[in-house]
């Protein structure tokens, strides 16, 4: 791990080294959120922030859609894993303080755990006045690392002679991102009361509780578990009422997810040529031939080193007028300034230091080498996706590879996705994680079934194309009518052991692969060894 930001009290404190010590933290923590008085300010996975050093003092910028502010940073402070900000208003002479917090869930210990107590003692009256025959049986909320229980989530049984359910639920405090993660715990809970009860009690099926208005996820992932091996049903708890409310998860509404054309390469490249003749012209020689442009859209072209964006153009108003001008901006992660006369230098001394310590045997423990290696991976393979051919069936078609196709409304998941298609035709979903993740199937699951979805819209009655087609998805290629294939992409040792046990839960009609790849990915991509479904 690279050293933390040390203290730097205003006193002392170079305008260069209270930079250095943000763009180190924001990089090492990309999900952050920046506070004033307590309040979020900004979600740094979402927000944009620039950095200046002249004038002898350090100049924060951040905007997003709902703000935009400049404070001047004196001094920072690293305390238990938050950033400390000494800041300035402009034109004001009392510093104030801001923090930037790795955890978005701002209470404190002792207030988390009072909040999980209380609510096992409401849970408990929800489930017998929903369920008065059954007794409630053991919930809890204690930590259990050896099982990948966390305390947010809360555990037990209900309980009627031999017959029980397992049983798990997430308070209305918790985060989004935890409530969604309640079924990969819950059927990981659901295995492990069934091995306990060692046939002394028969364990029917699971019943999740979660707080209402956040099931969407949970009942979209629900309706894939195979009901030949459990018996699944989901609750909302309205915690006020203590009230019970039955889902069907047959019942899943629209899907939040939405599709776009795919961009002209051409036209784009053509719009853009001059921006990227300068662009390309001020970095290293040994980068250039090597550096990823990626058409984002008819109007922004991105440059990526190893899968991560360092540069972009982007069509734009000029000032005081409607004519539209090319935008250069550059910067990594969050960090975006433009590209302009007097920040060439700035520019030129980020890419040294991406092109010096982001490769193939750059230091593991350095931050620009750590960043992103979702993306990394998945430049790897879409660049490359032929690397994959030899070793997994039905082969992939390496002309046709396509990133986060269709989109995710609710943004990107810390996870990467590739659509292709096999030579049969067949559409092929990869799901690739370079970290280990207790939610890899089930994520993975949720694109599988995003594209379903819009693989089975009816075709157009005038072109008689489907929805992928229409877009400009696959041109020439005639689609298979069967659903798609689902690719689980991940370095061997990264691999969670319950991986296995949350893939045996699912339908038999979701056709997965488990593709565990060497860890020297980075270097060259080969599989070392497959699993897929009825294997298990």
């Not at 209270?18 to 979402?46: K, N, Q, T, W, Y």
């Not at 935009?68 to 305390?79: D, I, K, P, T």
């Not at 054309?261 to 036209?267: F, G, I, M, Y």
């Amino acid at each position: 791990m690279p050293a933390p930001p040390r203290t730097l009290e205003p006193k002392d404190a170079p305008p260069e080294q209270i930079a250095a010590a943000l763009e180190e933290f924001l990089a090492e923590h990309p999900r952050s959120a920046l506070l004033e008085e307590g309040r979020v300010l900004f979600d740094m996975g979402s927000a944009k922030y620039s950095l200046s050093t002249e004038h002898g003092r350090c100049t924060l910028h951040l905007w997003s859609e709902e703000r935009n502010v400049v404070r001047r940073v004196g001094g920072v402070e690293l305390r238990h894993g938050t950033l400390r900000l000494s800041c300035h208003k402009f034109g004001q002479t009392k510093p104030q303080t801001m923090e930037l917090v790795a955890d978005r869930d701002r209470r404190t210990p002792s207030t988390r755990e009072a909040t999980r107590k209380q609510y096992l003692k409401l849970l408990e009256r929800a489930l017998l006045r929903r369920f008065p025959d059954w007794k409630a049986d053991s919930l809890r909320s204690a930590m259990d690392l050896e099982r990948s229980f966390g305390p947010a989530y809360a555990r037990g049984a209900l309980l009627r002679g031999t017959s029980a359910w397992a049983v798990i639920a997430v308070n209305s405090e918790e985060t989004q991102a935890t409530v969604d993660g309640v079924l990969t715990l819950g059927i990981l809970w659901l295995a492990h009361c069934r091995e306990q009860a060692g046939g002394r009690r028969l364990f029917a099926g699971l019943r999740i509780v979660v707080p209402q208005g956040m099931a969407a996820v949970t009942l979209s992932r629900m309706a894939w578990l195979s009901p030949q091996v459990a018996q699944w049903e989901l609750y909302e708890l309205e915690e006020r009422s203590e009230e019970l409310a039955q889902l069907d998860p047959a019942d899943q509404g629209n899907l939040n997810t939405h599709m776009v054309r795919v961009p002209n390469d051409v036209v784009a490249r053509e719009r853009f040529a001059a921006s990227t003749a300068y662009i390309l012209g001020m970095l290293p020689e040994g980068m250039r031939p090597l550096v990823e442009q990626r058409v984002r859209s008819s109007t922004e072209l991105a440059f990526l080193w190893h899968g991560l964006e360092f540069a972009r153009v982007r069509m734009g108003l000029a000032a005081d007028s409607f004519e539209r001008v090319a935008e250069m901006t550059f910067g990594t992660g969050a960090y975006e300034r433009a590209l302009a006369e007097g920040s060439e230098a700035t520019f030129t001394d980020m890419i040294q230091r991406v092109f010096h310590r982001r490769h193939a045997a750059g230091d593991t423990r350095d931050t620009v080498y750590r960043m992103q290696p979702e993306r990394w991976l998945e430049s790897v393979l879409r660049l490359n996706v032929a690397a994959l051919e030899a070793s997994i069936e039905p082969q992939l078609d390496a002309r046709h590879v396509y990133a986060q196709v269709p989109a995710f409304q609710a943004g990107d998941r810390g996870m990467m996705d590739l659509l292709t298609v096999t030579r049969a035709g067949r559409l092929a979903v990869l799901e690739l994680k370079a970290n280990e993740d207790l939610h890899l199937a089930l994520q993975g699951l949720d694109y599988w079934v995003r594209v379903r979805w819009h693989h089975l819209q009816p075709p157009d009655p005038a072109s008689g194309l489907g929805e992928f087609q229409r877009h400009g998805y696959f041109p020439g290629v005639q689609l298979s009518p069967l659903p798609p294939k689902l690719y689980l992409v991940a370095p061997s040792l990264r691999i969670h052991p319950a991986t296995d046990v949350i893939l045996k839960h699912l339908k038999p009609e979701v056709d997965w692969m488990l593709v565990a790849l060497d860890e020297r990915w980075r270097r060259e991509v080969k599989v070392v060894w497959r699993k897929k479904s009825g294997d298990l």
